[in-house]
């Protein structure tokens, strides 16, 4: 299985979407978390990420039934659901983006299906099948309940937050710490054995040997706010030092 590496969109603009893809990154999750960004800009963030030969993400803050159904009718591939803690939750996201009989689900044409190119029952069987339901474990409660929240029939993958975790286990703002570290490998661990698989963000060189040696099929290479301000850093500080 070919590696799917993916980057968190901090940046709502769809040239940027669109240039991401053609970067060649598979996923692109774009944030209704943190980021004020209408339905129209939503939309053509998806359309943007397609033209670029990627898949269209999009994190949302809650299990929001009707904002999930919205999403995947504008074109969404995946649904990450910020701070996940309960199996409850996890049933709910799971239901709220899957069509009957494996969900709630409500129907409609547009978008999704050419506009009446792909016949409803079709989309229908392929939604079922192909759409990513992912949550984020970004707390102790979160880690507490993996086990019964992998149990629930349609979660794809997981992914971690450090930052948040870190937050949340009263160690400040430090996604590197040690205690952090040992906790996300731990969340690896009970995607190992639930036969789920987990999505790895690595922060260092470090991590990212590591996940790799585990043969890890899922990545997050950061979001791209913090590689552009690298790199736009990186180029300055070079051509004012030279």
């Known amino acids: 299985m070919p590696r799917s590496i993916g980057l968190l969109n901090s940046l709502p603009a769809p040239l940027l979407c669109e240039m991401i893809g053609h970067a060649g990154y598979d996923f692109v999750v774009l944030d209704l978390e943190h980021q004020l960004v209408s339905p129209d800009q939503l939309q053509h963030a998806i359309r943007a990420c397609e033209l670029g030969g990627c898949a269209p993400w999009v994190r949302v803050p809650e299990v929001d039934a009707k904002l999930i159904g919205r999403v ?48 409803i029952n079709d989309y229908i069987e392929r939604a079922n099948r192909d759409i990513h339901i992912a949550p984020m474990i970004e707390s102790a409660a979160g880690i507490a309940a993996l086990p019964e929240i992998l149990a629930v029939p349609g979660i794809s993958l997981v992914m971690e937050g450090a930052a948040d975790l870190a937050l949340d286990l009263g160690l400040g703002v430090q996604p590197m710490h ?43 290479a950061g979001e791209d706010r913090g590689l552009l301000q690298a790199a736009l850093r990186s180029h300055v500080a070079a051509l004012r030092n030279a």
């Open 178 to 220: 040690p205690d952090v570290w040992t906790s996300i490998r731990k969340i690896a661990e009970h995607c190992r054995t639930a036969g789920t698989p987990f999505c790895a963000n690595p922060r260092n060189d470090e991590q990212r040997d590591y996940w790799l040696a585990q043969n890890i099929q899922w990545l997050l």
């Open 72 to 119: 995947l009718d504008a074109g969404a591939r995946g649904i990450v659901i910020s701070r996940l803690e309960s199996a409850e939750e996890a049933a709910r996201a799971v239901a709220a983006a899957r069509f009957p009989p494996l969900g709630r689900r409500g129907i409609t044409g547009g978008r999704v299906t050419g506009f009446g190119k792909l016949p």
